[in-house]
């Protein structure tokens, strides 16, 4: 492999890895407040056909956006109403989300007399830099090469870290996903903390399955994103709970694909299939090695994560 | 001044109306759900949903088509039901399901027509069982042993299943292609002999899948309600402190529900192969069977029983669903209602669990002020 074949490789890995950055920082924002959530493949799919919809009737790549946002958002409020206020079964209550949510977007792109299925977007997000700067070698492709939402990206990363691990409001979130009780006790608002961040990640779920519908694929059919929801679950774990190292492990699992890609046209056999299974394989591997018993402490698995909080029997 | 809250309180056994009011009760509002978006999109919800009646239980073999599609949920169903009584997360029967399949068509395929179908047949079966089994000890062991969280392992585990199905029939020339198919892989067709039976003509192609399904269902039911070994299951569900100090051995018994619910899913994934199916053909297989399956006991509320019915029903909507084409309506109404009903059905657990009531702030007598209505 030549090093423009690197470099190729580099590029393509970060844009199909972006989406899955959006949607892995989310949950790990969601699980940090303590609630899991495994309604992220809904949510991408809602967020998905939602931005589509609204860049077709509007033609506004942002209106776009701040559709798969609000949309994203809006499902997950489902999430976090049950598992919050109801106190139900986080489990079951995001598996439900991801059902209605698969079912509500394949709904939304077949409903109607024209239906939105099969559609190539009216618009589509492009390389922001034009010109020498984007034909520099190697750093041209990698750093000036992409479309404004891979920035966007970057900037989420490490707003989310630093949020996460600098300020006070991200301390209390940890606190919440740690041991809420005693996070009540010193004054914060566990389950205003909770809803938010819940609904917060799911935003950031809905916009990584923009993502798809506006950039990377840009057009809209059933079950548009594969499995990336249930990838960025799975990388979570992966990336232990941070941001930094969520975004270098969707990069990974972005390079594994265009690897594949890569593979096949040079007729090189490696199964697809057994490549596809690589991620989960190593989420289970690391869930088995790292998070079990006390050193899934050390890993940083937050200590409340799916527990209910009940504040009267504190 | 009367300032009155809202508090709520748990309460302890509900009443049998609250219990099956509440399931009743999250189907409507999905319903009523699935309505608003219809009509959003220019449909005639009433138009929709008798059509969806009419095409699950309108004719004899609507009928029959309902119940091939309850037969692996209520297997599933029961397989998350036991699993989840127990506090054991088990949300891979989906995986379960196929590498159930895959190992009943590996059986199958190796057998040939060597034996005969009354003998072969329930080996495969058993076979099948016996790889949702294993299958499911791959989260099982370290959960019980080390304390691994079940809940990532058993969903991960159900996206390496598909790839390997997918791997055996469309990556691989493996023993489960059809060695005929070149250009459209499927699976190898299981030999003659080994088929599930169908019940009767009028029913068309239902077999004794799901006599099967009903079977296994009331023996879980039985086992964990009836029996000396299943009060000590629900012990352990309710509270595995007072399972330990009272001398029962946790780890064997979560390992022991665990395996019996991914064989439980595998036996699914067996019937679908040695029944309608006739060979292991990943796509009628990878049709979120196992989730829809959770659906199922959470709606039953996890008692392997309720599950007949309530799998019976979610049959009848996946049934339906094909035939709304006609009418162009999407098929995905009836993903949409099932996440719905699920949605409203976990919030109705809420409203099993707690009791809701009005109070005034406390630090009043009841003579201070007049309650408000009352006069």
Do not use: C
Request: aromatic content about 8%; proline content about 5%; hydrophobic content about 55%.
């Amino acid at each position: 492999m030549n090093e423009s074949a690197i470099v190729l490789t580099i590029f393509a890995a970060i844009g199909l890895g972006t989406p899955v950055v959006f949607a892995t920082v989310g949950e790990i924002i969601t699980e940090r407040a303590g609630v899991l959530n495994l309604g992220v493949q809904g949510t991408m799919l809602v967020g998905a056909v939602s931005g589509f919809w609204a860049t077709w009737v509007s033609g506004s790549l942002t209106l776009g956006v701040l559709a798969a946002l609000v949309a994203g958002g809006a499902v997950t409020f489902l999430h976090a109403f049950s598992s919050i206020t109801l106190r139900v079964s986080q489990i079951v209550s995001g598996l439900a989300l991801t059902l209605f949510g698969t079912g509500l977007a394949t709904f939304i792109g077949r409903a109607g007399e024209t239906p939105l299925v099969g559609n190539p977007s009216k618009k589509q997000f492009e390389p922001i830099f034009d010109g020498a700067i984007a034909e520099l070698p190697i750093v041209g492709p990698l750093l000036f090469g992409h479309d404004i939402l891979v920035y966007l990206s970057w900037v989420v990363v490490a707003a989310s870290s630093f949020y996460l691990f600098q300020t006070r409001f991200g301390l209390a979130l940890r606190s919440v996903g740690e041991d809420p009780a005693s996070a009540e006790a010193a004054g914060v608002n566990v389950n205003r903390v909770r809803y938010l961040h819940v609904i917060g990640g799911g935003a950031l779920s809905g916009l990584g399955g923009a993502y798809f519908s506006l950039a990377l694929v840009p057009s809209w059919q059933d079950d548009l994103i594969g499995g990336a929801g249930w990838i960025a679950i799975a990388l979570v774990i992966l990336a232990s709970w941070r941001p930094w190292r969520a975004l270098f492990a969707a990069y990974l699992f972005g390079a594994a694909g265009r690897i594949n890609f890569t593979l096949q046209t040079l007729q090189i056999d490696i199964p697809s299939n057994l490549l596809a299974m690589l991620p989960f394989v190593l989420a289970i591997v690391a869930m088995i090695i790292l998070t079990s018993g006390k050193r899934a402490r050390l890993l940083g698995a937050p200590a409340a994560l799916g527990i209910p909080y009940f504040r009267e029997q504190r | 001044m009367t300032t009155r809250r809202v508090i709520v309180e748990p309460r302890g056994l509900a009443s049998l109306r609250v219990r099956m009011l509440v399931p009743l009760l999250s189907i409507l509002a999905a319903l009523v759900v699935g309505a608003v978006f219809l009509s959003l999109t220019g449909n005639s919800p009433t138009e929709v949903y008798l059509k969806m009646v009419d095409a699950a239980f309108g004719t004899n073999r609507g009928i029959g088509e309902t119940l091939i599609s309850a037969t692996p949920l209520i297997l599933t169903g029961v397989a998350a039901a036991i699993a989840f009584r127990m506090l054991v997360w088990n949300i891979g029967a989906e995986g379960q399901l196929m590498v159930g399949a895959v190992a009943a068509a590996g059986f199958a395929i190796a057998i040939g027509d060597t034996l005969p179908g009354i003998v072969a047949v329930p080996l495969v079966l058993v076979g099948g069982a016996l790889g949702g089994a294993l299958w499911a000890s791959i989260a099982a062991v370290p959960r019980v042993y080390l304390g691994t969280n079940e809940i990532i392992t058993t969903l991960m585990l159900n996206f390496i299943a598909i790839n390997l199905m997918n791997y055996l029939v469309f990556g691989s020339f493996s023993p489960w292609r059809d060695p005929e198919s070149t250009q459209f892989p499927q699976g190898r067709p299981l030999p003659d002999s080994i088929n599930l039976p169908e019940i009767a003509d009028s029913l068309g192609r239902l077999d004794f899948g799901i006599l099967i399904a009903i079977g296994v269902a009331i023996t879980a039911w039985f086992l964990i309600d009836k029996t000396p070994w299943g009060f000590e299951l629900r012990v352990v569900g309710d509270s595995p402190d007072t399972a330990r100090y009272s001398g029962i051995g946790v780890p064997r018994k979560i390992l022991t529900v665990f395996l019996f619910s991914g064989a439980v899913a595998g036996l699914a994934g067996a019937i679908l192969v040695v029944g309608i199916l006739g060979k292991m053909d990943p796509r009628s297989l990878d049709l979120g069977l196992g989730f829809v399956g959770i659906i199922v006991a959470a709606l039953a509320r996890l008692n392997p029983v309720a599950v007949i019915p309530v799998g019976i029903l979610m049959g009848a909507l996946n049934n339906a669903g094909p035939a709304l084409q006609s009418i162009q309506v999407p098929t995905a109404t009836v993903t949409m209602l099932q996440g719905a009903i699920l949605i409203f059905a976990v919030a109705g657990e809420f409203f099993i669990a707690n009791r809701i009531r009005r109070v005034r702030r406390p630090g009043r007598t009841s003579a201070d002020v007049p309650v408000e209505g009352a006069t």
